[in-house]
């Protein structure tokens, strides 16, 4: 188990002056316990008293533990509290014939972002054999001066790493002492740097010897003699190192003053040492490794495509420089092997100080795929710098030093001024009605493209100048068989690419379509199409992917004529469906607004009525007929597959101006009268009508004759009916009607 997740312990503060001193026997409250894996509180376990903890590893189990939660050990008892101390930890063991392995003493560490516990181990691991142990043996561990600061969660126990075989393995009597100090520390010594020693610059690794009682260190590093306009701090939790950045050919002033809550100690004397021209970076490392967690496998930036295997703390790719230009940004990408909440920084040493700031920092998404945008400043040092990635467990990383899991990888950038861009290579691609995708090869010093588009060469009737930070552009709405000019000019802050050539491309006289085909083909098919003047059979049982192409099947229409459609279909299901679509605006798509969904009829007919649109364009245009057995009208659409049985067909239609006669009728010059009627229905003008029929209220026919004036309706019943006149040229014109 790498990491040790639980759930928040309830953790209350209570003051009071004193330290820990305490026995986790497992007698009383078991909230102060918290077992990591399989096991439980039980007599067997005891090594005194009649309780202990004990652990169940099964075959699968690497590692299992016990700890005693310090917080919880405050709420029993207000006088046992954390003094920042040092601290002696015992722990009793035993265990049954089988498991083998080792027991640790450890240290738990809640880190509350992440809501999980790390291990710190604090004495030596103890081998166990498969023997059994049926009497207890102790292990020791000792926790510093510092580590366990006042804010901190902690737990102290019992860690078992589980080699081979199984059984159970138990802990009692889980101890914690804390030493009780007087007095405040004494002084230390800087080991780096030394006094009156030359260092390098940049974040200078600033390091000390601890002191026995000390439980925190203030350091201040200034310019001259006493002061701390570089650093002043407070380091805690037994750290005794901090990276303090230094500037080149300088001199500095450093003290340290361990502390306590008995005081600082006095008389610590300040050092003072140099810095020469020599650039040193921050070291870096990570103290757990394993190929499946937390591990960079691919950087990508600007031109950087670098993949990684090795498993190591620190990868040195300084070798391997990403060139970027002054006020430009570049996508990064970071690839982690092992994602587990992992949490990405980069770095790049703008100012070139050797020190990497806040100010120089990014963070990535929190995804395997680690992504994110670097912004290269207009006010960074030109010439090549350091680039700095890391990747750790849980917590946003820090840019030097040591951590538990994770990787680091350090790149060279070089930073260039930016200049005025060249121009670029334009590429139309293939169209896909009614648009297309200018594209073009980026430019180096470009941080944008001004894209200009028209009708005519040189116009900008399309697009006029429109800025974009892609390599591509989308160009929509255009015609059939018409040559349009496209213009793309690479731009930054300091102008536009001059003398960049425009290409030009022609539309296709006719649009290439949308796909459609259905996944099973055999069944639910179209076997006729009734519309306008189409009256086509289809009698192949099998087509490919259950399309068929009728486009030689061309059926006219007027605009605002109304046309009745009648679908067949030959061995047709309940569940059938059938759509309509018309490219009304001949733009090679099927829109929603062009769309007719049919009546279901009965299982082997759907029928409708389609009115040409008054702004439907004149001339040839496609009509797609879709037949789908589906539940949810919703799932059938104009184009890709749809899954289930079905057929679609493609047809022509011919839409043409109305001529006087139809127009007459458009405009509502008939009318039928009186309305409602008692058993005789008069139609105005009967010029033009080929065939009369009515319909009840369902849709049902119940009547069908020639065109007369007059209509007797007498044998019907009183009610609505909807009378259609058929005209000669295949529009129709559809009256409500009521008989009394």
Known sequence: ????????????????????????????????????????????????????????????????????????????????????????????????????????????????????????????????????????????????????????????????????????????????????????????????????????????????????????????????????????????????????????????????????????????????FMTNSTLDYCAVDVTTLNPNYERISNVKFANINNPSTAVVAYEDFTSIVANVVKGKTYPMTVTITGFDTDKTSVWIDYNQDGDFSASERVDLTSTASATGNIAIPTTALTGNTRMRIRVNYSTAPEACGTTSYGQVEDYTVNIAEPTLPNCTTVTAAPLQAPNTTLTWVEDSMATGYKVYVGSTPGATDIANGVVVSTLNFVVNGLQRNTAYYAKVVPTNSLGDASGCAEITFTTPANWTYCAATHTTVNADRISNVAFANINNPSTLTTVPGGYENFTAVVGNVVIDGMYPISITAASGNANDKVKVWIDYNQNGVFEDSEMTLLTYASITSSTGNITIPSDALLGNTRMRIRLARQANAASIVACGNISGQGRTQDYTINVAAPTQATASVSKNSVSVYPNPFQDVLKISDVKGVKSISVSDASGREVKNMKASAELNLSDLKTGMYMVTLHMEDGTVKTFKTIKK
Do not use: H
Request: proline share 4%; glycine share 12%; charged share 10%.
């Open 1 to 272: 188990m790498k990491k040790l997740l639980l759930s928040c312990f309830l953790a209350l503060g209570i003051g009071a002056n004193a330290q820990y001193n305490y026995v986790g026997d497992f007698e009383g409250s078991a909230a102060i316990y918290g077992q990591f894996g399989t096991g439980s509180i039980t007599a067997a376990a005891a090594c005194t008293g009649s309780f202990g903890g004990q652990l169940a590893p099964t075959a699968v189990t690497t590692q299992t533990g016990w700890m005693m939660q310090l917080e919880e050990v405050t709420l029993l008892n207000p006088a046992q509290t954390n003094n920042s101390q040092a601290a002696t930890v015992t722990i009793g063991y035993k265990k049954d014939s089988g498991p083998v392995g080792s027991v640790v003493p450890m240290l738990f560490v809640y880190d509350e972002d992440a809501d999980s516990w790390s291990l710190v181990q604090i004495g030596n691991p103890v081998a166990v054999t498969s023997a059994a142990t049926t009497t207890c043996a102790t292990i020791t561990g000792t926790i510093p001066a510092g580590v366990m600061t006042a804010d901190g969660v902690y737990g102290v126990g019992a860690w078992y790493i589980r080699t081979s075989g199984t059984g159970n393995v138990y802990f009692d009597n889980i101890s914690i002492v804390q030493d009780i100090v007087a007095t405040a520390p004494a002084c230390t010594i800087f080991t780096a740097p030394l006094d009156g020693s030359t260092v390098g610059y940049g974040a200078f690794n600033m390091k000390w010897a601890p002191t026995a009682t000390a439980t925190a260190y203030k350091l201040t590093v200034g310019t001259t003699p006493g002061a701390s306009d570089v650093f002043s701090g407070t380091i805690t939790g037994g750290v005794t190192n901090k990276f303090v950045p230094v500037q080149k050919n300088k001199t500095y002033y450093a003290k340290v003053v361990p502390t306590n809550a008995n005081g600082d100690a006095t008389g610590c004397t300040e050092i003072s």
